[in-house]
């Protein structure tokens, strides 16, 4: 008894030691996505004698990344490695913008079908080999074989072939990808897509280094099997602590780079992490605790980046009551979504009406205002009362998933609240971000899952296709032949006006049958030490090009 | 033979127990009787009896406390508007309420009925267990008693932490899950206890008499060895429950515990702690309920202790 009696005690005050040393709430995505390229991104003028002798930067990263496979990855925390250590075609500026990456020049036909990058010719991968074209066809046809599976195959659909070669229809050989000149790369697409250059900043489209992926299987993103041809050697990977990478001397653009070294850690909560930023122990934090907004705000370190994205909650349409849109529609109408915003996510969100973001081409045509800012008690008591539980009365408990984060806890129990407002029962479970992704998407168990979008490309489309049948980011067991068609037919649209009402068309649908309930439109605000030069978290996947941050003196 | 302290305490403490006791002995019955010498014993100490004070205020807060404010433990700022997250305790909000706007006079004492019940309850499983397993073991003795206790031994060397972790995972969170937990890793001490005083006690005349008389092992096991370890269970109850309100703060402060909209003093630990730079209150008053309650049932345990041994000397 003594002997348990002083193991807790123990315990109780190592715990109370961390508390202590940490503290803060924060919400926020556990996604931050990198992108290289970004020569003359906001960094003012500095003199060598202004920088600080040790060049590095140290990083929370909140979170294991899921996968640091290029083809495989799916969500902004793989991604914010990923793109520091890989290249693609073209990097992005601040504005969205595509620069020069792998790709030193690219033309596209008039007719808007036919994209040809020039690569360089010079670049090599970090084993050596020089990087070619045949590297992206690799790349690309291993996300879109059937048998990789990857989730994000169907952001390539646009590519001649593409559809039918991942749907198990087609062949490799068919598809519109041209690399018979190793400096050239044709790529051939269905219908035009003012999207396709900027969207070669994405991971998907990155080129992978194939005799080393057929060497080691899934481990060959392991650092001591890894070749990589981005501006950061991958040095380090301690699974579920830290990541460390280092510039890599033989980058094209060395030279020009000042940033050393960027040491990752995957701090989940939220207070502990920012009690570690105000330690100087970080110096960049993106998830800020609730708790603390108020205070937070007030601090010089406290950025606002603006952010294309939603933050949701999805439902399994094939788990009852869930099943039944009544019941969808109804827990949608019960949330007071500006509630949210003001007690939790505090940093001027806006409350979501429909899925796509404003910023989004087109958004004032699309938007749709199905979800009010304000919870519509009554008629979510109604519907509910439709579908055969009035005031909940019969109704099977609901249960709510989201990865572990102070901040989704926040909001779970908020929503938990508010639908105990209309007699619906709540549980909330949570899970570590790599074991939520594979969760949420395998496992028919899941009812409620929060989740977050944030843009890959700037064009509702890309929101859209996420709820699309066949899209391997859908995990809410949800397919509607409409809307399937009305993005289909987008791609082949005569203007942006007959796009954007395609777009418009499929929104009413998804607000008709409601298989996610967006709850708000995100910012990006995060901690940055004064002395970190150049941060900029793009809109897009909250990508952060490291290679152009500068320590300065402090 | 003068009647030693321990054999009369123990023939008292059987007669207490509601067996007729025809011995009638006027002799026992003129000397002062040992729950009242306990009695007398323990209220002559001080820290035991403002300690038993405390607990007794802990225990009528957890249960009336709900009651004396017009809110509901799971009522926050989503349900009624008029509630305000992160208010300093004032009039209306003797504690202050949390992040969601709930007030926490009435979420501690709920809180407080959640900690306490789960401690007690956890310390009956581990009572019951401990006690059938240890006196099994002691008064079977030979080779069980060594199979028994060897198992012991290697449950003792798993680390209850991870142990009780892995457990809540696989059972997932909940009252039953975490009574469990607690149980599972807490029952060999209270085991190993019963069974080294089993195994004097199966020497002495009374046991042998018994058996000469043709009482089964149960009959002897339950009628006569394990009243008179009653004492030492006792005690060991109110040492065990600070170990279960502290294992059950421990586990809700990892995120194992109870969960949303429900609190105990852990979970709400828990949140206060992620409040802690901003709104310290809310940490402050789940660690002080914590701290208080295991202090006193420390001291309760202790002064019961000493007032049950009669060789303890008295204190004024």
Redesign the interface.
Known sequence: ?????R???G??LV?ALV??L????GCGDTTTTVAPGGDSTSTTATDMGDLAEDQTLALNLSAEPPSLDPNLATDTTSALVINNIFEGLVHLDNDGNPLPGAAESWESSDDGLTYTFNLRGTDTWSNGDPVTSMDFKNSWTRILDPATAADYAYMLYQIVGAEDFNGGTGTADALGIDATDPNTLVVTLTSPAPWFVPMMNHQAFFPIPKATVDAFGDKWTEPVNIVTNGPYSFVEWNHDSDILLTKWADFREAESITLETVKMSMIN???TA??AFENGEIDVQDAL????M??LKQLPQYKMFPTLGVYYYGFNTKQPPLDDVKVRKALALAI?RQ?IID??AQADQQAASSITPPGIPGFDVMVQDFLKPTAQVDEAKALLAEAGFPDGAGMPEIVIYHN?S?GH??I???V???W??IGVNV????MEWKQYLDFVQNNDDVMVYRMGWIADFADAYNFLELFRTNSGNNYTRWGSADFDKALTDSLSAADDAARWDLYTQAEKIASDEMPIMPIYWYTNPDLVQEWVDGYFAQPLGNQVNLWVIKILKH | MKDEPIGKGVKKFTSVDGETFDAGEPLVLEQSTLLGDVVRRYSHNRAAMAALFILLFMIIYSTVGPWLRPWSFDEGLYSNPSLIPYQLPNLAHWFGTDQNGRDLFVRLAMGGRVSLLIAFAATGIVLVIGVLYGSLAGFIGGKTDEVMMRFVDVLYGLPYLPFAIILLVILGAGIVPMLLALAVVSWLTPSRLVRGQMLTLKQNEYVEAARALGATRGRIIFRHLLPNTLGIIVVAMFLEVPGMILGEATLSFLGLGISSPDASWGTLASEGWKALRSHPWMIILPGIFIAVTVLCFNFVGDGFRDAIDPRTKETK
Do not use: C, H, S, Y
């Open positions: 008894m003594d002997g348990l009696k193991t807790w005690l315990v109780i715990v508390a202590a940490g503290v803060v709430v909560e939220e207070t920012v009690a605790p609730t708790a603390d108020p205070r007071d509630a007690n939790i572990t102070e806890a926040a779970a129990t908020a938990q609240e508010q105990k407002a549980t909330i479970k949570n």
